[in-house]
């Protein structure tokens, strides 16, 4: 392959800045995959008719000014593929290969393990497009429609950008799982989709913005973890992809403030915590948006000790987060962490295992750390209301199916229960049928510029600098 390029090119039929066309063979199999996407897109995308979206659209890799803002037609949005800038001289910063120089090419040895890592960050970006189709039939606000389509096409992007390395890198294999991601869907019985949040259904809105705030947050610390690879366009690629999660997050960490923030408002109007007859949502519903939304994405950094993510780490496909900013030897040959394990007799135990061994629950951690960072902010607007409620952050072993935890029956304070003690109290830590209805019967679309939903506060600021009564979407 040449050198690539900052300047996206939008002259060719999928836009890009890898310098594609001087690659005819594999510009000729991304063309032919194109139209597949695009079906895909057609019966797996958003539902809701529109005649222009405003979104931003990619139009340079640099750190300024990198897009461009205007209203285009959902099934028209310029999707390609953008790395980041190559940086000079890069080398690999962990495991066995540290201070080498990275690779642009897939090393024979690691070619299985690194195919994998790829086709299982690759899946996940489809799946939240299905996962969220029919959100666009019940959005609060034109600005909140806009920000789900935004999300909405970025993800599929990312799907791009895992597609072009698999195409580039892995041959007949590689195309193979680039067909595949399209055939998997997110609840299917027969092919689902790899990981377990992503097969579970984004019903409605607050779902949404729990959604963005902690599950695309493990999307933003699993690229951040692949953004040190040695492989080098599988570092730029995620490197461009963390710009526009940051936006997704955005919207779940926003869209959840204007929700407790409307909350906050109804209780006090109405002086009591029972505002579900005033069509706002009771903060423990929330709370228990929260218990479920935290949990499941817990779930997606997989057992706290495994062997895969050492071996992935030693062989430099896949580092911690902030590698470069930590200061021990990046390779892990010895150290050890503690572990929390929960025994059957209701204890707790406290086990030391391999630093090496426990790269999950590293990760898992910093996202852990990353997610407090939220329930401050919604704790704050109540406390600023003059509320006294406080939101928490469940035990890390509440309601888990993966790890340690997962044969454990934990309350979200860490309590070890047994099975009859948690399922009694299950109605009071998970949403419940009666809260998914309830929740459910608030979403009523509400389409007119400058108007909002009665259970959300509008947003601070528009989009770009639009006033919040800006046509965002223009409606078919
Ligand atoms: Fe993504
Ligand atoms: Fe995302």
Redesign the pocket.
């Known amino acids: 392959m040449t050198a690539m390029t900052t300047a996206i090119n939008y002259q060719d039929k999928i836009p890009n800045n890898v310098d594609l066309s001087s690659d005819r063979r594999l510009q000729r199999a991304l063309e032919s995959w194109q139209p597949k996407f695009i079906s895909w897109w057609g019966e797996m995308g958003p539902t809701l008719r529109t005649h222009g979206v405003y979104l931003r659209t990619a139009v340079a890799v640099g750190q300024e000014g990198w897009a461009h803002f205007d209203h285009v037609e959902l099934d028209k949005y310029r999707w390609g593929i953008f790395l980041a800038e190559p940086k000079a001289n890069r080398r690999v910063a962990f495991g066995e290969y540290k201070d080498q120089p990275v690779w642009q090419q897939v090393p024979g040895e690691h070619r299985a393990d690194l195919q994998r890592l790829i086709v299982v960050q690759g899946d996940t970006e489809p799946a ?1 497009v299905e996962q969220q189709r029919l959100l666009g039939l019940t959005a609060p606000s034109l600005y909140d429609l806009r920000n789900l389509f935004q ?1 909405n096409v970025e ?1 599929g992007r990312h799907l791009w950008a895992m597609v072009y390395l698999l195409h580039a890198y892995f041959g007949k294999e590689g195309r193979e799982e680039a067909e595949a991601l399209l055939c998997r869907n997110s609840g299917s019985p027969d092919s689902p989709r790899i990981l377990g949040a992503f097969n579970e259904k984004t019903t409605d809105w607050l779902a949404f913005f729990m959604f963005t705030y902690f599950t ?1 947050r493990d ?1 933003k610390y699993q690229l951040g973890a692949l953004k040190e690879s040695a492989f080098d366009p599988l570092s730029r690629t995620c490197e461009f992809m963390l710009k526009e ?1 940051a936006h ?1 997050m955005f919207v779940g960490t926003t869209g959840v403030d204007r929700v407790v923030m409307r909350s906050a408002q109804l209780i006090r109007e109405h002086d009591t915590l029972d505002i579900a007859a005033y069509g706002g949502i009771p903060l423990d519903v929330i709370q228990k948006y929260i218990n479920f939304h935290y949990s499941v994405s817990l779930d997606l950094f997989g057992s706290e000790t495994s062997t895969n993510a050492a071996n992935y780490f030693t062989a430099g496909l896949k580092g911690r987060w902030q590698e470069e900013r930590r200061t021990d030897d990046h390779q892990l040959i010895s150290g050890s962490v503690a572990l929390d394990k929960p025994n059957t007799d209701g204890t707790w135990s406290q086990e030391q295992v391999s630093a090496l061994l426990a790269l999950n629950l590293d990760l898992r951690d910093a996202y852990a750390r990353d997610c407090l960072r939220g329930l401050n902010r919604w704790n704050t607007i109540l406390a600023e209301a003059g509320i006294d409620y406080t939101f928490h952050l469940p035990h890390v072993g509440f309601n888990r199916s993966v790890g340690v935890y997962a044969d454990h029956h934990i309350s979200p304070s860490g309590a070890i229960l047994d099975a009859e003690e948690w399922h009694r109290a299950q109605a009071a830590w998970l949403p419940t049928s009666e809260d998914l209805a309830f929740v459910r019967s608030l979403m009523q679309p509400v389409y007119q510029p400058g108007k909002i939903a009665g259970w959300i506060a509008p947003p601070l600021h528009g989009i770009n600098g639009k006033p919040f009564d800006y046509e965002y979407v223009r409606l078919a």
């Open positions: 939240s999300v993800e695309d999307g999660e997704h």
